[in-house]
């Protein structure tokens, strides 16, 4: 039996028999390709650079940049000079607390002492972090364990207890070609850290850290989470092995010349500077987002106040009206996204918000059609005929829009426009996106 699964809106309508039939990659999830997993791994790695990235452009540690894929994960430059090594490690919570023995630690811990041996006195601290907890109890697979061995050790009796712990540390000796006390020095600088979940990382850095940013407070939680990503992404480029100037290089191979500063060039493109942090936040101040209602969701446009402000300058709508509407816009969006775009929006709270925009974007059609002329602009009259049919509504149907304030209502209106749902002129020839 086959079936067009391009026509299937949502296979929940479709009976057990029937689903059991449908053999489609639309349809199912691969058991064996965990390519998605791997890839939310990695950003998870990227997440926590962004975290630090935060942080650090909060003063609340005392890094002064940060390299990623640099020697470690990260590098946070520290304010003395210094360097801290950073190892990041996911785990399925379901596989229990990490170990000292499991590979993922052995190898990290070995990099540390690798790193440590070839740039003497460079490192501050290393630092093993990851999304789940540590094995703490009295056996030598615990980081408590080893904590405490390291605080009663003295030279030069370098022996651990108990037997499995000293073997543990034996096997870091051979697999990083280092002596024992060269273990313990690096050991006495590593330390433990849990990070937020894979699940609950990103939610965190908005609530606890960027939300609490000066020039953020003022910011929506969808700007929030789009500084985040962006940052995300400028991390990401940062972990990429690259060249900052491949046109250069590429010519000076054609010369048959020595790349000049190759290794600079591949180090500056991993920074990652408190400057760039601003400016990623501020190249979002003042940016507009415009409320959509798409496939039962509300989404935000970032790029759509140039092309309100053309529509309704077309109209000739005078110039001070227009400003009002934007302004109307930024407390429409605060006002829709503060009660309606909760992570508990439901189904109820999705159909009241496609109300409300249904009415004025009807309203504002009807107002076209009263005051449309094919001689001379009509955008003013329309705004006007608009305004006054918004007033009755929130005077004499305030229930039919959710008690919204009338501002609120006129705000909708330059939404609306910015999401060509509402024009105040005719379209031009080549249409709006040519302006």
């Given at each position: ?22 053999r489609s990659p639309l349809t199912e999830l ?96 290393f630092v093993f972090t990851s999304n789940c ?22 030279p030069p009796d370098y022996k651990f207890s ?274």
């Open positions: 039996m086959f079936i067009n699964t391009e026509v299937i809106k949502d296979l929940s309508d479709l009976s057990k028999e029937t689903l059991e039939e449908v691969s058991e064996k390709d965990c390519g998605d997993e791997t890839q939310k791994r990695f950003r998870y790695q990227h997440t926590v650079s962004a975290y630090l990235a935060f942080l650090m452009y909060s003063k609340k540690i005392a890094f002064e940049e940060i390299l990623c894929e640099q020697h470690e994960d990260i590098i946070g430059v520290m304010n003395n000079g210094k360097f801290r090594g950073i190892q990041v490690k996911t785990r399925q919570l379901s596989d229990g607390p990490f170990k000292l023995s499991d590979d993922a630690v052995v190898n990290s811990i070995c990099r540390f002492i690798e790193n440590n041996k070839k740039f003497p006195g460079c490192f501050e601290k907890d540590y094995l703490r109890n009295k056996t030598g697979e615990s980081i408590q364990t080893l904590a405490k061995m390291l605080q009663k050790l003295k108990p037997s499995t712990l000293d073997k543990y540390i034996s096997k870091l000796e051979k697999k990083s070609n280092a002596t024992r006390s060269e273990v313990i020095e690096t050991l006495r600088i590593t330390e433990f850290q849990i990070m937020p979940g894979l699940d609950d990382i990103e939610s965190k850095i908005i609530t606890e850290v960027l939300s609490k940013i000066d020039l953020c407070v003022d910011f929506s939680v969808e700007k929030l989470k789009h500084i985040l990503d962006k940052m995300i992404y400028i991390v990401y480029s940062a972990s990429s092995k690259k060249c900052k100037e491949p046109i250069d290089d590429y010519i000076s191979l054609l010369n048959g010349d020595r790349i000049k500063n190759g290794v600079n060039s591949q180090v500056n493109t991993k920074r990652i500077t408190k400057e760039m942090v601003e400016n990623i936040i501020e190249s979002f101040i003042g940016r507009a987002y415009y409320l959509a209602f798409e496939n039962t969701k509300i989404s935000l446009d970032p790029d759509r106040k140039k092309l309100m402000k053309i529509k309704m300058d077309c109209g000739m709508i005078d110039p001070d009206a227009i400003e009002v509407i934007d302004e109307l816009r930024d407390k429409t969006e605060e006002y829709f996204l503060e009660n309606y775009h909760k992570e508990s929006l439901n189904s109820s709270d999705r159909k009241d918000f496609s109300h409300i925009r249904g009415i004025v974007k009807n309203q504002a059609i009807e107002a076209k059609v009263e005051t449309k002329s094919a001689k001379k602009a009509y955008g003013s009259k329309m705004l006007t005929n608009i305004e006054k049919r918004l007033t009755r509504i929130s005077e004499k149907r305030a229930a039919d829009v959710d008690n919204c304030p009338y501002e609120i209502l006129k705000g909708m209106v330059g939404v609306l426009t910015g999401e060509c749902e509402v024009q105040f002129s005719d379209t031009p020839e080549r249409g709006w996106k040519s302006e």
